[in-house]
Protein backbone atom coordinates (compact mmCIF):
# COMPACT_ATOMS: atom_id res chain seq x y z
CA UNK A 1 0.00 0.00 0.00
CA UNK A 2 1.51 3.57 -0.30
CA UNK A 3 0.95 6.64 1.53
CA UNK A 4 0.45 10.19 -0.09
CA UNK A 5 1.14 13.46 1.63
CA UNK A 6 0.14 16.53 0.29
CA UNK A 7 1.78 19.89 1.17
CA UNK A 8 1.79 23.51 -0.50
CA UNK A 9 -2.23 24.62 -0.42
CA UNK A 10 -3.56 27.58 1.20
CA UNK A 11 -5.07 31.38 0.10
CA UNK A 12 -4.56 33.23 -2.94
CA UNK A 13 -5.68 35.91 -5.10
CA UNK A 14 -7.39 35.03 -8.74
CA UNK A 15 -4.67 35.45 -11.03
CA UNK A 16 -2.04 34.20 -7.82
CA UNK A 17 -0.19 31.24 -8.60
CA UNK A 18 0.34 28.18 -6.21
CA UNK A 19 2.49 24.60 -6.53
CA UNK A 20 1.25 21.36 -4.45
CA UNK A 21 3.99 18.45 -3.65
CA UNK A 22 3.01 15.00 -2.92
CA UNK A 23 5.16 12.42 -1.85
CA UNK A 24 4.62 9.11 -2.02
CA UNK A 25 5.91 6.00 0.10
CA UNK A 26 5.67 2.04 1.00
CA UNK A 27 6.79 1.12 -2.48
CA UNK A 28 9.97 1.94 -3.90
CA UNK A 29 8.94 1.35 -7.39
CA UNK A 30 5.31 3.16 -8.42
CA UNK A 31 4.95 1.79 -11.88
CA UNK A 32 1.34 3.46 -12.59
CA UNK A 33 -0.10 6.59 -12.88
CA UNK A 34 0.07 9.58 -10.25
CA UNK A 35 -2.61 12.37 -10.32
CA UNK A 36 -4.05 15.41 -8.82
CA UNK A 37 -7.67 15.47 -7.97
CA UNK A 38 -10.43 18.08 -6.64
CA UNK A 39 -13.35 18.40 -4.77
CA UNK A 40 -15.19 21.87 -4.96
CA UNK A 41 -17.52 23.21 -2.04
CA UNK A 42 -20.57 20.80 -2.09
CA UNK A 43 -19.82 19.14 -5.51
CA UNK A 44 -18.24 15.58 -6.35
CA UNK A 45 -14.58 14.83 -7.17
CA UNK A 46 -13.17 15.59 -10.52
CA UNK A 47 -9.67 14.45 -12.19
CA UNK A 48 -7.57 17.35 -12.38
CA UNK A 49 -4.13 16.04 -13.99
CA UNK A 50 -2.55 12.72 -14.26
CA UNK A 51 0.80 11.80 -15.41
CA UNK A 52 2.44 8.42 -16.40
CA UNK A 53 5.62 6.76 -15.20
CA UNK A 54 6.66 7.48 -18.90
CA UNK A 55 5.94 11.13 -18.26
CA UNK A 56 2.98 11.32 -20.42
CA UNK A 57 0.54 13.75 -18.94
CA UNK A 58 -3.76 14.25 -19.38
CA UNK A 59 -5.57 17.69 -18.06
CA UNK A 60 -8.75 18.10 -17.71
CA UNK A 61 -10.21 21.13 -20.01
CA UNK A 62 -10.82 23.27 -17.70
CA UNK A 63 -7.09 23.74 -16.24
CA UNK A 64 -4.93 22.86 -19.49
CA UNK A 65 -2.69 26.06 -20.32
CA UNK A 66 -2.89 26.73 -16.81
CA UNK A 67 -2.00 24.32 -14.44
CA UNK A 68 1.45 21.82 -15.37
CA UNK A 69 2.01 18.56 -13.87
CA UNK A 70 5.32 16.76 -13.09
CA UNK A 71 7.06 13.70 -11.37
CA UNK A 72 9.88 12.66 -9.93
CA UNK A 73 10.32 8.71 -10.46
CA UNK A 74 13.44 8.83 -8.40
CA UNK A 75 12.41 10.35 -5.29
CA UNK A 76 8.51 9.44 -5.88
CA UNK A 77 6.87 12.48 -5.99
CA UNK A 78 4.38 14.24 -7.99
CA UNK A 79 3.75 18.45 -8.37
CA UNK A 80 1.07 20.36 -9.53
CA UNK A 81 2.01 23.75 -10.31
CA UNK A 82 -0.95 26.00 -10.90
CA UNK A 83 -1.01 29.16 -12.08
CA UNK A 84 -3.57 31.94 -13.71
CA UNK A 85 -6.24 30.72 -10.70
CA UNK A 86 -9.88 31.58 -10.32
CA UNK A 87 -11.87 31.13 -7.79
CA UNK A 88 -13.66 28.66 -9.54
CA UNK A 89 -10.47 26.66 -8.58
CA UNK A 90 -11.39 26.54 -5.18
CA UNK A 91 -11.46 22.82 -3.84
CA UNK A 92 -9.46 20.36 -1.64
CA UNK A 93 -7.12 18.71 -3.80
CA UNK A 94 -5.78 15.16 -3.43
CA UNK A 95 -3.00 13.78 -4.57
CA UNK A 96 -3.76 10.01 -6.01
CA UNK A 97 -1.62 7.08 -7.12
CA UNK A 98 -3.41 4.25 -9.42
CA UNK A 99 -2.56 1.13 -7.34
CA UNK A 100 -3.00 -2.63 -8.87
CA UNK A 101 -6.39 -2.39 -6.28
CA UNK A 102 -7.72 0.96 -6.90
CA UNK A 103 -6.83 4.52 -6.79
CA UNK A 104 -5.32 5.81 -3.43
CA UNK A 105 -5.41 8.87 -2.07
CA UNK A 106 -3.61 11.56 -0.27
CA UNK A 107 -5.59 13.24 2.76
CA UNK A 108 -6.12 16.38 0.68
CA UNK A 109 -5.41 19.85 0.61
CA UNK A 110 -7.01 23.05 0.63
CA UNK A 111 -6.44 25.50 -2.02
CA UNK A 112 -8.90 28.86 -1.64
CA UNK A 113 -8.65 31.60 -5.05
CA UNK A 114 -9.70 34.97 -3.19
CA UNK A 115 -11.80 37.32 -5.89
Known amino acids: QVQLVESGGGLVQAGGSLRLSCAAS????????MGWYRQPPGQQRELVATIFRSGNTYYTDSVKGRFSISRDNTLNTVDLQMSRLKPEDTAVYYCSYDGDWGIEWGQGTQVTVSS
Open 26 to 33: GSAFLRNA
